[in-house]
């Protein structure tokens, strides 16, 4: 039955005659009964991929993609005057992740099914997300982000577990997300919450009371731990996570029969950044409880688990205090203290090793490489800083578990969905093949000469360009030239990604103008993420941005040559607009400490060209596309470890020594910002820069600023910068979460 005749039948009207919302209800029924009618992939051997996050978007979009009823769908209803983009953005994004961490998770769960493998995920069911972003005062105000409805895609299932939190027992409830891979394969996302949570608890903001765990528990994702009560709360959601996950599995195991005892035949399980360590000591207190030695529980668990390192930031590695495990997890400890006798006892002539260090914390990360059988960076100069600086230690004893992954991207949602006209466009040069194997892209390559081919990518750049421009003005009430450049700085609010770099930039480029010298074109900046609502530096950057959007946007001069956007409570559904609509992606992060990124391979997929430091999946990105497609500028990760090892960066030799450098950071507290912003705020940030500046904003600032300038002098020659596009185009294949996790079953889970 086609499509129409379907949304016909449910409706009891034709198309036409239908609103917004009752077409939006019949999609959504329609893809519901195709998604039952799919077959659930199934194998002897199952993976369990377990995380904090999975940034999933919208499903209605994702789901008609994958069961190849987008481009019908959206071929009918404009037929009868409907805007499929419309009707998805009644739909509710879940907020069940926040950066690039629960987005890799999402693509992974596409590409898993998408493969037809046999995995599930296995996370938390928020009801607010991290938070919802609002600007008030030109400053980040949160609030809850309420997703949850009763006729999302999310369903409620009679699954429950006991779980042991200290003295006493609370029961989940298991909710199940279906994952359908393009074409075929069906797997899920298991979403574990309490009944009695109590969404009436929050007050003003987002602020709760933290002790109250049996109504707060999955509330909020990544709950404040500024205080003990904020990180009592963080180790009762990790361990509710993987006590379900734990007692998930060996339920589903006995119910197939499978014995225990050769449990490495049949799962495993990637514990996907530190959040889920605990299912480490808490599947082996399972198998002890079904009758086996501590010994080969522990040498079980090893066999089936492997770790994903995400980061080499100190902070992110968590560790928690012995008496903060005691009061959440007493259960477990006796556990964590004989893993850790073991590992002392076969390596005590290295504290460095210890699970349980001198202090009385408990590494997880040491944990997870003592205990799982794979360690693996997620691209190839990250791995590179694991195996010979960051987890030293740990590679000369373990070298074999060390490997690497590098991250990817589902080209269903990051192109087929978000870009139709590309897609349709690279269906006409080379065929089909490529969606179901990117590497084909590079048969794009053929056509860099050719120049109606770069006259036609150019025009669908400048069409998503007006969408954008269209978008922002329906959507948002902000204004922008779509004939001018659209610089695209999108991703989580941290220093080290060094949103505060770009901040200068603009004011660099204001003094500029302001002095009567142009730039060779005019740019609109981009920026969009979130900061962690104790984050006071992340936050004040933003205030920063907001106030330069205010000072810029509002001068007549200046405006004609420069704009700012600040993109409110940036998303999946904003990347969507605004990743096909770039020209420049800004991946400018400090060399060593980005350990991949996935937004630099959104944004060359659809054609933007990357400037960016020699970081991360970056290095990777400029192997590809050859020195002359991108731009990369500042000192190597080589020249910033050995910085930090010899305290050789003062940000105020810097200061003093460079006119330029002075200008910027002064006007920071200049009359003009100062009459807009925030003084307390705005000092504190110029005080950094000043005199700590931990990630080295002022080191690569020159740099950035003239290699900038380079590519606006580029984008004039029009066919040199459309060519610089395809190339992009050509060589992102490579970064498909398909090859991605195709190398993470072949060399590690072997499902």
């Known amino acids: 039955m086609k499509l129409e005749e379907q949304l016909v039948a449910k409706l009891g009207k034709p198309v036409a005659s239908a609103s917004d919302e009752e077409l939006y209800h019949a999609l959504v029924d329609t893809v519901k009964e195709q998604i039952r009618a799919r077959e659930m992939t199934s194998g002897n051997k199952k993976l369990y991929y377990i995380s904090a996050e999975f940034l999933t978007g919208r499903q209605l979009g994702r789901n008609l993609v994958n069961l190849r009823l987008y481009k019908e769908a959206l071929e009918l209803l404009k037929a009868n005057g409907k805007d499929l983009r419309e009707i998805e953005e009644l739909e509710p994004?879940?907020?069940?992740?926040?950066?690039?961490?629960?987005?890799?998770?999402?693509?992974?769960l596409d590409s898993i099914a998408s493969l037809n493998l046999n995995g599930d995920g296995v996370g938390l069911r928020y009801?607010?997300?991290?938070?919802?972003?609002?600007?008030?005062?030109?400053?980040?105000?949160?609030?809850?982000d309420r997703w949850i409805t009763e006729d999302g895609f999310v369903t409620k299932t009679d699954v429950s577990f006991p779980i042991r939190f200290g003295d006493r027992i609370v029961y989940s409830r298991m909710y199940d997300l279906d994952v359908i891979g393009f074409e075929k394969g069906h797997t899920k996302l298991h979403l574990f919450d309490l009944d009695t949570v109590d969404e009436s608890i929050v007050g003003e903001g987002i602020s709760f009371d933290k002790k109250s765990i049996d109504k707060?528990?999955?509330?909020?994702?990544?709950p404040d731990d500024s205080d003990k009560d904020g990180q009592l709360l963080r180790i009762y959601q990790q361990y509710f996570m993987v006590s379900n996950a734990a007692q998930l599995i060996i339920k589903e195991q006995k119910d197939l029969g499978h014995d225990l005892h050769r449990l490495a035949d049949h799962i495993a399980i990637q514990i996907n950044d530190t959040h889920p360590s605990?299912?480490?000591?808490?599947?082996?207190?399972?198998?002890?409880?079904?009758?086996?030695?501590?010994?080969?529980?522990?040498?079980?668990?090893?066999?089936?688990?492997?770790?994903?390192?995400?980061?080499?930031?100190?902070?992110?590695?968590?560790?928690?205090?012995?008496?903060y495990l005691n009061e959440v997890v007493p259960h477990l400890m006796p556990i964590i203290g004989g893993l850790d006798f073991a590992a002392v006892c076969a390596y005590n002539d290295n504290k460095n090793l210890n699970i349980i260090d001198d202090e009385g914390k408990v590494h997880m990360a040491r944990m997870d490489m003592h205990y799982s059988h794979s360690v693996n960076g997620v691209a190839a100069l990250h791995t590179k800083i694991l195996k010979h600086q960051e987890l030293r230690p740990f590679f000369e004893t373990y070298p074999e578990k060390f490997n690497n992954k590098t991250n990817g991207i589902t080209f269903r949602r990051w192109i087929m969905h978000c870009n139709p006209e590309l897609t349709d466009y690279i269906n006409e040069m080379i065929g089909k093949d490529w969606l179901s194997n990117p590497t084909e892209l590079e048969r794009v390559m053929y056509f860099h000469n050719d120049e109606n081919t770069l006259k036609n990518i150019a025009e669908i750049k400048h069409l998503k360009k007006v969408q954008a421009a269209k978008y922002l003005?329906?959507?948002?009430?902000?204004?922008?030239?779509?004939?001018?450049?659209?610089?695209?700085?999108?991703?989580?609010?941290?220093?080290?990604?060094?949103?505060?770099?770009?901040?200068?930039?603009?004011?660099?480029?204001?003094l500029k103008i302001k002095s009567g010298i142009y730039p060779a074109a005019p740019v609109t900046v981009f920026f969009g993420g979130k900061a962690a609502p104790a984050y006071t530096m992340a936050k004040n950057i933003i205030h920063l941005i907001l106030c330069l959007q205010e000072?810029?946007?509002?001068?007549?001069?200046?405006?004609?040559?420069?704009?700012?956007?600040?993109?409110?409570?940036?998303?999946?559904?904003k990347a969507e607009v605004i990743i096909p609509a770039a020209d420049i992606s800004e991946q400018i992060s400090l060399a060593s400490k980005e350990a991949s990124g996935t937004g630099n391979m959104k944004f060359m997929l659809n054609g933007a060209v990357t400037i960016g430091t020699n970081d991360g999946a970056n290095v990777e990105i400029r192997d590809l596309v050859r020195a002359?497609?991108?731009?990369?500028?500042?000192?190597?990760?080589?020249?910033?470890?050995?910085?930090?090892?010899?305290?050789?960066?003062?940000?105020?030799?810097?200061?003093?020594?460079?006119?330029?450098?002075?200008?910027?950071?002064?006007?920071?507290?200049?009359?003009?910002?100062?009459k807009i912003g925030n003084e307390e705020m705005l000092r504190s940030l110029q005080d950094n820069l000043k005199n700590k500046d931990w990630f080295m904003t002022l080191l690569d600032l020159g740099d950035y600023c003239n290699t900038k300038e380079t590519a606006l002098y580029d984008y004039l020659n029009r066919p040199k910068w459309t060519r610089m596009m395809l190339v992009n185009i050509a060589r992102s294949g490579f970064f498909s979460s398909d090859r991605t996790i195709k190398e993470y079953n072949d060399e590690i889970w072997h499902l």
Not at 93 to 108: Q, T, V, Y
Not at 287 to 303: D, P, Q
């Open 628 to 674: 002359e497609n991108i731009y990369t500028f500042g000192r190597s990760s080589d020249d910033v470890i050995h910085l930090y090892n010899t305290n050789g960066y003062h940000a105020i030799d810097y200061y003093n020594r460079d006119e330029h450098i002075r200008r910027c950071v002064d006007f920071i507290t200049s009359p003009e910002l100062l």
């Open 551 to 573: 000072l810029v946007n509002n001068d007549p001069v200046v405006s004609k040559y420069l704009r700012v956007v600040m993109l409110q409570n940036y998303n999946i559904a």
């Open 216 to 222: 707060n528990l999955t509330l909020f994702l990544y």
């Open 278 to 323: 605990l299912v480490i000591p808490e599947l082996i207190r399972i198998l002890v409880h079904e009758g086996m030695s501590f010994r080969e529980a522990a040498g079980i668990v090893t066999g089936v688990c492997g770790y994903t390192n995400h980061t080499i930031l100190a902070e992110a590695l968590e560790k928690w205090p012995m008496s």
């Open 473 to 510: 003005k329906e959507k948002e009430g902000i204004e922008v030239d779509p004939d001018s450049i659209f610089s695209v700085q999108v991703k989580r609010m941290h220093e080290y990604k060094r949103q505060q770099m770009n901040a200068l930039y603009i004011i660099y480029e204001y």
């Open 93 to 108: 994004e879940p907020s069940l992740g926040n950066g690039g961490l629960g987005r890799l998770a999402a693509c992974f």
């Open 127 to 144: 009801h607010f997300g991290l938070f919802k972003q609002e600007f008030r005062n030109h400053c980040q105000y949160e609030v809850p």
